[in-house]
C-alpha cells in the first residue's frame, strides 16, 4: 500500500491503483480517521454514513436533506412519521393501497371527489359515520336503514298540534285546564287572578315566521298581587296517549336510546324557565330540564336529547303514557334541588328545581310556545308541518266541537247538528258520527236552556232543552265511532218519524270529549 502525504495534488488525470488487496483509495484527513474510499468493486463511501453504489444506488444512515426530489418514491419505505415534514406535493393516490386505519391520523384537507369512482359498496365503504357540516348531494339511489336512528317515513312527531294551528273550542278563555288550542292544558292554581291562554298569531318576518310557524300558544299571566306564593304554578302540559310512545320505536328503558324535545319559546321576562318530561306507568318518572336564560321578547329554540332508562315503563294502551310539562312558574311546594337532565321518580313535591318568581311576579307577564317537537332520535330534526286537515284530525280523536258556544255570533251558519228518529210519541233519539274514531267513548257537552233545541219533522218541529244523554256507551268500540243520544223531554211525534235535529240558542253548543 502507497501512502502519500501532500498538503495539495493538482494536475491528475488518473489514478490506477494495483492489484489484489490494495485495490482501494482511500483518503483520510490528518488525525488519520478515513473521510473517502472507492473499493474494488467502484462503490464509493463518504464517511461512515453515505455509500454510492457503481449502479446509482445512494444508502443514508443520517438525515438527508434536499429542496426537491424526483424520481419514483416506490422504494421509499419505513419512513418514521417524525422524519416526514413539511408540505408534500400533489400526488396520485393510485398506488395508495392496503392502508389501516391507524396509519391514517390528522385531518383531510378539502379534496375533490370527482374521481372517486369504481368504489364497491360492499368492499370498499365501511360501516360508520359519514359526517358532513354543508349540504351533501347524491346523484342517484341512497339506499339507508334509518335517519336519525329512527323510522325514514311517517309521522315523527309525537307531539300532536306541535304548531298550535287547531283550537276547536274558541281562541282565547280564563278557563283552565283545555280551552283553546287543542291537547294542551293551561293549568294553574293559587294565583290572585287567573292567566289567560289563547292562540296568536306570530309576528311576520321573525324567526319560526320565516320557518313556516303561523300560530303559537299564549298565556298572559294575572295580577298575582299576593305575590309568588309556595302553593302557586302555571303550567303548560300535553299528555301523549301511551300507545304512541310504546309502538314510536324508542327503546325507552335503554339509555343509548333517545328521543329529542324541541321547541320555540319567547316571554316577555328574561329568565330561565323549567319543564319536565313524566312516565305515570309503573313507577312513575320523571326528567327535568330548563330552557336556558332566555332574552326578553325573543324567540328562542330549545331543543333537549332525553335518554332512556331502565325504570321507565309504558304500556301499549290508549292511556296516558307520557306528559310534557312547560312552566312558566312553579311554587316552592313543587319544588326543590333536583338535578337537571336526569331521570328519576316522580314527586309531586319534586316537579322541577326551584324556579325564580320574576315572571310570575309580573303583571301582565306573557310566555309563548310553538314548533313543539318530541321525536325519537339523538338529533332534533327539522318541524313535521302536517296539513291542518291532518293535524285536526289527529285532534278530534280527543276532543271534537260541533257548534261552540257563541255560534251565532260568530256568523257560523248551519245549525244542523244531526238526524233524529221518534221512537214513539215522546221519545227521539239522535245518531251522530264522529269524523275519526274517538280514543275512549267520548262525553258529551253541551249547552242546555229552554227550548235551545228544535227538532225539524214533516210538518211541524218541536222545540226541547237538550239532548239528555248518551245511550250507547257501553256498546264499545261503536261508541267511539258514534253516538246515540236520547231525548225524553218536551218532544211529541209520531213513532217513525225522521227529523233534523238543530241548535237555536247562541249560547246553546256539541261537543264530545275523549281527551287524556
Not at 322 to 341: M, V
Amino acid at each position: 500500500m502507497t501512502v502519500i502525504n501532500p498538503n495539495s495534488i493538482s494536475g491528475i488525470t488518473s489514478i490506477t491503483l494495483p492489484a489484489g488487496a490494495d485495490n482501494v483509495l482511500t483518503i483520510h484527513s490528518n488525525d488519520g480517521t478515513e473521510r473517502f474510499r472507492i473499493d474494488s468493486s467502484g462503490n464509493v463511501k463518504i464517511g461512515s454514513a453515505c455509500t454510492i453504489s457503481q449502479d446509482g444506488d445512494v444508502f443514508f444512515t443520517g438525515v438527508t436533506t434536499a429542496t426537491t426530489f424526483t424520481g419514483s418514491g416506490a422504494n421509499l419505505t419505513n419512513l418514521p412519521a417524525a422524519n416526514v415534514t413539511g408540505t408534500l406535493p400533489a400526488i396520485s393516490g393510485a398506488n395508495l393501497t392496503n392502508l389501516t386505519a391507524a396509519n391514517l391520523t390528522g385531518a383531510l384537507p378539502a379534496i375533490s371527489g370527482a374521481n372517486l369512482t369504481g368504489i364497491a359498496a360492499t368492499d370498499n365503504v365501511r360501516t360508520g359515520i359519514l359526517d358532513v357540516a354543508g349540504i351533501a348531494t347524491f346523484r342517484s339511489d341512497v339506499n339507508i336503514p334509518n335517519i336519525n336512528g329512527g323510522k325514514i317515513g311517517g309521522r315523527r312527531n309525537l307531539i300532536i298540534n306541535g304548531a298550535m294551528t287547531v283550537a276547536q273550542r274558541g281562541t282565547s278563555s280564563t278557563s283552565t285546564n283545555y280551552a283553546t288550542v287543542d291537547r294542551y292544558q293551561c293549568m294553574s292554581g293559587s294565583t290572585n287572578e287567573a292567566p289567560t291562554q289563547a292562540q296568536v298569531d306570530v309576528a311576520s318576518g321573525t324567526t319560526p315566521y320565516t320557518l313556516g310557524f303561523r300560530k303559537a300558544y299564549k298565556i298572559t299571566n294575572g295580577n298575582q298581587t299576593s305575590g309568588a306564593q309556595a302553593g302557586s304554578y302555571i303550567y303548560i302540559r300535553q299528555k301523549i296517549e301511551a300507545q304512541n310512545v310504546a309502538t314510536s320505536g324508542w327503546n325507552y328503558t335503554s339509555s343509548s336510546s333517545f328521543i329529542t324535545l324541541s321547541f320555540w319559546v319567547k316571554s316577555s321576562v328574561a329568565q330561565n324557565f323549567h319543564g319536565h318530561l313524566k312516565t305515570v306507568d309503573g313507577t312513575g318518572q320523571n326528567y327535568i330540564f330548563e330552557t336556558g336564560s332566555l332574552s326578553a321578547d325573543t324567540w328562542t329554540k330549545v331543543t333537549k336529547t332525553i335518554p332512556g332508562h331502565s325504570n321507565i315503563t309504558i304500556d301499549n294502551n290508549n292511556a296516558q303514557g307520557l306528559e310534557l310539562h312547560i312552566a312558566p312558574f312553579y311554587g316552592t311546594n313543587y319544588t326543590d334541588s333536583s338535578s337537571l337532565n336526569t331521570w328519576a321518580a316522580y314527586s309531586s313535591s319534586s316537579k322541577v328545581a326551584d324556579m325564580t318568581s320574576t315572571w310570575y311576579t309580573t303583571n301582565d307577564a306573557t310566555f309563548e310556545l310553538t314548533g313543539v317537537q318530541l321525536e325519537v332520535g339523538s338529533q332534533a330534526t327539522a318541524f313535521e308541518h302536517r296539513p291542518y286537515s291532518e293535524e285536526l284530525q289527529l285532534c278530534q280523536r280527543y276532543f271534537y266541537s260541533i257548534l261552540n258556544q257563541g255560534w251565532q255570533t260568530a256568523g257560523q251558519q248551519g245549525s244542523y247538528v244531526a238526524l233524529g228518529v221518534y221512537l214513539g210519541g215522546s221519545k227521539m233519539s239522535g245518531y251522530i258520527y264522529h269524523p275519526v274514531e274517538m280514543r275512549v267513548n267520548p262525553t258529551l257537552i253541551e249547552g242546555t236552556g229552554s227550548n235551545y233545541w228544535n227538532f225539524y219533522r214533516a210538518n211541524g218541529s218541536d222545540n226541547f232543552n237538550g239532548l239528555d244523554g248518551i245511550i250507547t256507551n257501553s256498546a264499545a268500540p261503536f261508541g267511539t265511532r258514534f253516538t246515540l243520544t236520547e231525548v225524553q223531554s218536551n218532544v211529541s211525534g209520531t213513532g217513525g218519524h225522521a227529523g233534523i235535529i238543530s241548535i237555536t240558542n247562541d249560547d246553546a253548543y256539541l261537543q264530545f270529549s275523549a281527551e287524556l
